[in-house]
């Protein structure tokens, strides 16, 4: 065995939260899609792209944990519990995060995407056995061990360790499956000219009571007696080849999820169980055996995540209420104080009253489940644009207009209403005034406005303001005035508008800040304010105390209160995600940041930065939508005129995209045909940086 290499962990986050940091930031996360499943006495631990939760046995959530509480990153990937009842929980992009149930201590390598983790176990010694994204890691407590193929590993991207009886800890993945007993390696490959392990991907491993070893792949199960290979498919039994979770009960029955459904083998006869029986859904993807014998199965994208089974008894543990979608594209707060978000993501509308969660789709009404912007008009109806109409809402009916009734364009971008009722709607066509009987279209026949408004805000004095690629124009009712680069507009995309109480207008833009006051332009960005957080923005608010908040695509938020610039993401505050599309600031001086990983809201005042969490490097994720099989890509601050090459892996690690993306652009589209269910990752590099984003097939579509 090659001399095995230590590494310490590069930045080691110490994390004690009191009552005092909790009230800073709290978040609304959406939790759907569950990840990874953990069995604690009578507590179950639910992994989920919103964070950690905490579940009862009856199915009820006793506590949800997210970045605002200590958790190092939202989207939780892996769990595993220790003898001491210490929660070791894997993270997309944070590292590992120990919590002990009141402190958090987080691990992280100071490297993307090696802080994705894949798996991690507890071995007798107590040892921590961590697949990072690239290589194994062990950790004793206080040293680091990394292994890797170098040392006698199957493969660097390891899916799924588990410990057996001796001690010995299996590495699975999709080249097959290593051994390692402390210092000797053993490979279990596929070999199509020998009796082997079933071909594919490695999902887990089992070990019996007659000291038979269970394979769970892409191909069937394969059993090993220590000198035979055995393999069940569908052919004998199976619900499904395809088998992502594997377990045994106390009766020595073999549990195999696939993604048809669930099959118990008792080593004569085969049951196979689905949604008929009480399966929550048919694709299974983990297994878990509490101590009093209930089975737990995750199941695949469901908003009926998790399925108990006592033996005669399903039981389905719905997705607790919360937001319905991950990406908020949209705030608005209605009359009543009453916060209303839209998601670009599929997953329509959430209504929040502030206790209670309600959420709206197609099935209720709406127009088009995507949502591009909100709006309230001053008879407090919602308006909500959509990428394919413009929905209204007065809460109890819904209409909606494209344009067969009035609207320019039925690719709506923008929206905003004045304080007489008039509602102004950026479509691809134009954009479209509506007074509540009669529409008005406003394009390059009747003013100087071009197609692609991306922007608009009215302000005091009624005046509207329309921003796109080109910059910014004024209309009074009458004259237009268009201002640009050439005025003094830091750039000519700008992606939001706001006002402050000066009559000031702030412009988020694609290079920076931009003020106008009436006469005088100033502009703020990285070569003059070293400051600031970045140099794309795209959302703006004014708080209660005059502050300035912008978000930006993937380095968080700024704050300028006048004086000084302050940088807030994920790493050193309670921020849901870095990339912040939308902002608002509600009666009582409320923040409400919309995130592309849920909700962030904070209280009025706050100025702290968690100091326990500077040793973080910024988290450098891209922003990804995806519909049907085209991702819509939108790059971080990569340097410009430099190639961007573009890289797509499987779960198992395996590359499936390989190509360079087009120079000079920060959005461009990539079709990937024939993708099955299931995660995958984006990986960019413009030679100095990379960037990584996690998305899901299918998603809401």
């Not at 009093?292 to 033996?311: E, H, I, M, P, Q």
């Not at 009253?353 to 309600?358: A, I, L, M, Q, R």
């Not at 968690?610 to 991702?631: D, I």
Request: glycine share 10%; with cysteine.
């Amino acid at each position: 065995m090659k001399q095995q290499r230590k590494i310490l962990v590069v930045a080691l986050v110490v994390c004690f939260f009191n009552s005092t940091d909790a009230k800073e930031w709290t978040n609304y996360t959406c939790t759907i899609d569950c990840n990874a499943i953990a069995a604690e006495g009578t507590a179950m631990w639910i992994g989920t792209r919103g964070g950690l939760e905490k579940m009862n046995q009856d199915g009820s959530i006793a506590a949800i944990y997210t970045n605002a509480d200590g958790l190092a990153f939202n989207n939780v990937t892996a769990i595993a519990i220790d003898a001491q009842g210490n929660k070791w929980i894997g993270t997309e992009n944070g590292g590992v995060s120990k919590f002990d149930g009141k402190n958090w201590t987080t691990y992280r390598i100071n490297s993307d995407p090696a802080n994705l983790v894949r798996s991690i176990a507890v071995d007798s010694m107590g040892n921590k056995w961590i697949a990072f994204y690239g290589n194994v890691a062990k950790f004793d407590g206080a040293q680091w061990t990394t292994y890797t193929t170098a040392d006698g590993l199957v493969s660097n991207f390891i899916s799924s360790i588990v410990i057996d009886s001796q001690g010995n800890k299996w590495f699975c993945s999709s080249l097959g499956v290593s051994r390692f007993d402390g210092q000797k390696w053993t490979t279990f490959s596929h070999d199509t000219t020998k009796n082997c392990i079933a071909l594919g991907d490695v999902s887990g491993i089992v070990f019996d009571a007659q000291g038979n070893k269970w394979f769970g792949t892409s191909n069937g199960v394969s059993k090993f007696d220590g000198t035979t290979w055995t393999t069940y498919t569908i052919a004998n039994g199976l619900a499904n080849n395809i088998v992502s979770a594997i377990a045994i009960d106390a009766q020595g029955n073999k549990w195999f999820g696939t993604t048809n459904g669930l099959s118990k083998f008792n080593g004569a006869a085969w049951t196979t169980y689905t949604t008929a029986d009480g399966l929550a859904d048919n694709a299974v993807l983990s297994i878990v055996i509490d101590g009093k014998g209930n089975k737990w199965f995750r199941s695949a994208y469901s908003n009926l995540r998790v399925t108990k089974f006592d033996g005669a008894k399903w039981t389905v543990c719905p997705t607790i209420t919360g937001p319905a979608g991950y990406t908020v594209q949209a705030i608005g707060i209605d009359k009543e104080g009453i916060k209303w978000f839209g998601f670009n993501d599929g997953y329509g509308i959430s209504k929040f009253d502030g206790k209670n969660w309600t959420n709206y789709t197609t099935a209720d009404g709406l127009g088009d489940n995507h949502i591009a912007a909100i709006a309230i008009d001053s008879h407090d109806n919602k308006w909500f644009a959509t990428f394919t109409n413009v929905s209204k809402f007065d809460g109890a009916k819904w209409i909606t207009y494209d344009s067969t009734n009035g609207l320019a364009g039925n690719v709506v971008l923008a929206m905003a209403a004045d304080m007489q009722g008039n509602v102004f709607i950026s479509t691809s066509r134009g954009v479209s005034e509506f007074n509540g009987s009669a529409w008005t279209t406003y394009d390059s026949t009747n003013c100087p406005l071009e197609y692609g408004v991306r922007a608009i805000a009215i302000d005091p004095q009624g005046y509207r303001w329309f921003a796109n690629g080109n910059g910014v124009t004024k209309f009074d009712g009458k004259t237009w005035i268009h201002y640009s680069m050439s005025d003094g507009l830091g750039s000519p995309t700008v992606n939001a508008i706001a006002m402050d109480p000066q009559g000031n207008k702030w412009f988020a833009t694609e290079y920076g800040i931009s003020k106008f006051d009436g006469t005088n332009w100033t502009t703020y960005n990285t070569f003059n304010t070293a400051s600031l957080a970045d140099d794309r923005y795209i959302s703006v608010a004014v708080d209660s105390q005059n502050n300035k908040w912008f978000g930006t695509y993937d380095k968080g938020l700024s704050k300028f209160d006048g004086a000084a610039w302050t940088t807030y993401t994920c790493s050193n505050s309670g921020l849901a995600w870095d990339c912040v599309s939308a902002i608002t600031v509600d009666a009582q001086g409320n923040k409400w940041f919309g995130t592309w990983s849920g909700v962030s809201e904070s209280p009025p005042g706050f100025t702290a930065i968690k100091s326990a969490k500077k040793g973080f490097p910024p988290v450098s994720s891209l922003s990804v939508q995806v519909r049907n099989s085209l991702l819509t890509i939108s790059l971080p601050s990569l340097m410009p005129g430099r190639a961007v090459a573009i890289a797509v892996y499987n779960a198992s690690g395996r590359k499936i995209v390989n190509q360079n993306a087009p120079s000079g652009i920060g959005h461009f589209s990539l079709e990937i045909p024939g993708l099955s269910s299931g995660a995958y990752l984006l990986v960019v590099n413009d030679g100095s940086r990379k960037a990584t984003a996690w998305f899901y097939f299918p998603r809401g579509q």
